[in-house]
């Protein structure tokens, strides 16, 4: 029986030390859900946004609640780049483990 690849993983470097989870992210602030604003990409749902990026763009977004239609404007412009979706200005699209996009800057990575 060929093992699963986490088990793969634990046989090479053992238990890991520690494991930050999607929803302690949430939790203290470092990932935002942005799901229920039903923005998509290449037919993934973003539903997450760092919260260092999210008070960015809340902050530079004067309107109340138009915060959604600045990125599904922004999304429009996404192209793949070095195997990255990128999105301008500067922004990367990053496949989370929660079936969806997590949008960042680079240094959020």
Same mark, same amino acid.
Request: negative net charge; glycine residues 12%; hydrophobic residues 40%.
């Given at each position: 029986?060929?093992?699963?690849? @986490?088990?793969?993983?634990? $046989? ?10 999607? $929803? ?6 470092? =990932? %935002?859900?942005? $799901?229920?604003?039903?923005?998509? *990409?290449?037919?993934? =749902? ?7 990026? *999210? $008070?960015? &763009?809340?902050?530079? %977004? ?7 239609? %600045? ?8 192209? &793949? ?11 990367? =699209? ?8 997590? &949008?960042?800057?680079?240094? @959020?990575?």
């Amino acid at each position: 029986m060929t093992p699963e690849p @986490d088990d793969t993983l634990r $046989a090479i470097f053992g238990d890991p030390i520690d494991v930050y989870t999607d $929803a302690q992210a949430l939790d203290d602030g470092a =990932l %935002v859900d942005i $799901a229920p604003w039903d923005l998509s *990409f290449r037919g993934r =749902l973003i539903n997450r946004v760092t919260g260092g990026l *999210f $008070a960015a &763009l809340e902050q530079s %977004v004067k309107q109340p609640g138009a915060l959604k239609g %600045v990125l599904r404007a922004k999304l429009r412009h996404g192209t &793949l780049r070095g195997g990255i979706w990128q999105v301008p200005p500067g922004l990367w =699209l990053i496949a989370n483990d929660v079936g969806g996009w997590t &949008l960042m800057r680079p240094e @959020d990575y």
